[in-house]
């Protein structure tokens, strides 16, 4: 075992974690661990663009934005949290800019600009260009520019290192520290892929920055890495997890596959239709047709399928149709996704509309955080020295439903905010002493694991999850679907209490870390259709066939799950800021998922019928 220290310790290289890394870096000894090497981030796949008021090409400005992003996640959004990053959308931009980042330009040489669903003029009047891009290829460039800025500020990357554990002074799990009590990061636990060597990081501040959880649904746009790790270990050591009922599935995954065609196709002027060839987006939002918020559009074609207006032999898919729109344009716009539909479905988008499906994307929930980036235990208090920004974190500006383009605004704004607040938190702390042996925990999870003779496979067990999330907690749920995802995940976790892996060697043990990562994913899952049971209503990305309204009597809240020891029942355990709608605890094999509620920041826009 190897010890370092460090007074900021990143954990993930995406977006969130690099410019979160630039701040820190600038000031006090830090390092970033990512499990992938940078460049792999599933930031590197985002595609349609960065969204900022620049008002380049129309008229715009930040509260429009605001507006946008509040109405879009259906009036769950902290509206303060909004509010700053659509204030900083047009710096985080520039910033990029500034370090090369090559964006598409206007003939007059400023950034160009496109449209993107939900984002509007005057407070829903038309669709406005607002998002920034570099062709479809934005994250990628993204990602390149920060990775370069750190390669030249020297930032020390341990790369291929897994982070298994996080080091606290009070485990909130264990259910008896006592409100009020301080609670303090202290570092966290990684594994070494080459080597299988187990490292200690000591840290004065650690930030997360390790993106979504798509991996707990079978057809999804994200990539095999995301599965959930950040969230998975803050919500071990107790910290609650905030609306993860909430996530988000994209219009445009092709068919069968959920690989993604990214908005933009729309944002260019690609159309949906049905088998019958009709527009039906124009009866479902009339203003802004195609280019409404991604759950309406979701809801709208699964519903197009199941009223028998699907295309194909199976009925069971829209199609996106680019055909009206001149090949030199799409060339110019759009060439990596309309490359992927000729390679993975021999489909020339020039000519043949592309069969196209909801596929899972976005995970609106995550680790709470208050816009400074740090991480909130309860609904009011902090933890000392942890935060989190970017996918893994709920800021919450993305509410019930996010709009494109936010998330890669989303990483910058608060990757940036994150890793300045932790390096001027690092910069005076001191460093808090560590747990006892420190990695015993990770070391005996690690071992059991590997040296089980024989037992059930990984890839059964994950199959079976993915499985069931699909076809019981997607765009459509209802109790029953979601009892039995509920009853299937807790069959499925005492499967996974006799886990085996082939590979029982100790370097670059993918087979093993891929049984870790099951871990992580079944944690998320329950806390998705724990929080899906209970919100008894309809809002954003969260659709209840049994309770089709949304209901701000009831629901006006945020969803926070947390894992406590077995108690008596929901009503025993104490959860500060939860009331009535919100007690309700479901038991596991040795644990509990408890719900609570927090309060949503309401500033300048009260909740109103979302309409477009
Ligand atoms: C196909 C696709 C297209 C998209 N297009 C857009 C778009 O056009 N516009 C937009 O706004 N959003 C888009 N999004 C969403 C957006 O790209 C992501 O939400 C965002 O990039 C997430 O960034 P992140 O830094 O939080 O995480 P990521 O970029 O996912 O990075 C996570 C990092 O954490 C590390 N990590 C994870 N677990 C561990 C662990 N246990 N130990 C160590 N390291 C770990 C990984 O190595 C990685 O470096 C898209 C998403 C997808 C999937």
């Not at 239709?273 to 759950?295: V, W």
């Not at 208090?381 to 439903?401: F, P």
Request: glycine share 8%.
């Amino acid at each position: 075992m190897q010890t370092h220290q460090y007074d900021v310790v990143i954990v993930g290289a995406g977006g969130a974690g690099m410019r979160a890394a630039l701040e820190s870096s600038a000031r006090v000894r830090t390092a970033v661990i990512s499990k992938l090497f940078p460049t792999r981030s599933h930031t590197g796949a985002a595609q349609g663009g960065m969204c900022a008021a620049l008002a380049n090409v129309e008229e715009d400005n930040w509260e429009w934005h605001t507006f946008d992003t509040v109405k879009g996640g259906d009036y769950l959004v902290d509206q303060d949290a909004a509010e700053v990053m659509a204030k900083e959308a047009i710096d985080a931009v520039l910033d990029l800019e500034k370090m090369g980042l090559p964006f598409n330009r206007t003939p007059e040489g400023r950034i160009d600009q496109r449209r993107f669903g939900g984002h509007t003029r005057n407070h829903g009047e038309a669709a406005v260009r607002r998002s920034c891009y570099a062709a479809d290829r934005t994250g990628h460039m993204i990602l390149q520019t920060l990775y370069q800025q750190c390669v030249k500020n020297d930032v020390e990357f341990f790369n291929e290192f897994y982070v298994l554990d996080l080091l606290v002074d009070h485990d909130l799990a264990t259910g008896d520290v006592p409100e009020g009590e301080e609670v303090n990061a202290s570092g966290v636990v990684a594994y070494e892929l080459a080597t299988g060597e187990i490292h200690v990081f000591q840290a004065k501040a650690v930030v997360f920055a390790t993106g979504g959880a798509g991996k707990i649904y079978k057809t999804t746009s994200n990539a095999h890495t995301l599965t959930g790790d950040g969230m998975a270990l803050a919500y071990r050591r107790g910290i609650p997890l905030e609306d993860m009922e909430f996530f988000q599935f994209h219009p445009t995954g092709l068919a069968g596959l959920g690989i993604l065609l990214s908005e933009a196709a729309r944002g260019e002027g690609g159309i949906l239709r049905n088998s019958e060839g009709e527009r039906f987006m124009e009866r479902y939002a009339p203003t802004i047709k195609d280019l409404a918020p991604r759950d309406i559009v979701a809801r709208s074609m699964a519903n197009e399928v199941r009223e028998g207006r699907g295309a194909g032999p199976n009925k069971d898919y829209v199609l996106l149709d680019l055909t009206h729109l001149e090949p030199a344009h799409i060339d110019a716009k759009l060439p990596d996704i309309t490359e992927f539909a000729r390679t993975y479905l021999g489909i020339e988008p020039y000519t043949e509309p592309v069969p196209v499906y909801p596929t899972a994307h976005y995970a609106m929930g995550g680790i709470p955080t208050n816009i400074e980036g740090e991480v909130l235990r309860n609904a009011t208090d902090v933890i000392k020295g942890l935060y989190a920004a970017g996918e893994v974190a709920c800021v919450s500006v993305h509410g019930s439903n996010r709009l494109g383009t936010n998330s890669l605004l989303d990483i910058n704004v608060f990757g940036k905010r994150a890793g300045k607040a932790a390096a001027a938190y690092a910069a005076t702390a001191p460093f808090v002493e560590l747990p006892p042996n420190p990695a015993t925990r990770v070391e005996a999870e690690l071992e059991t694991i590997r040296t089980r003779p024989d037992g059930d496979r990984v890839a059964d067990i994950r199959r079976a999850l993915q499985e069931t999330m699909d076809a019981n907690a997607q765009v459509f749920r209802t109790s029953e679907s979601l009892t039995q995802a509920l009853d299937d995940i807790k069959a499925l976790r005492k499967r996974y209490g006799a886990v085996s892996v082939q590979d029982k060697t100790r370097t670059f043990n993918t087979d093993l870390l891929e049984a870790v990562e099951l871990g992580f994913l079944l944690d998320i899952a329950e806390t998705v259709v724990v929080g899906a049971l209970n919100r008894e209503e309809s809002r954003g990305g969260h659709f209840r066939e049994d309770f089709p309204d949304r209901d701000d009597s009831r629901f006006m809240q945020h969803t926070m799950a947390y894992r406590r020891p077995v108690a008596a029942g929901a009503a025993d355990v104490a959860v500060p800021g939860s009331d009535a709608a919100f007690r309700r605890a479901e038991a596991f094999d040795g644990y509990q998922v408890v719900l609570g509620a927090k309060p949503v920041t309401v500033t300048r826009y009260q909740p109103m019928e979302r309409k477009y």
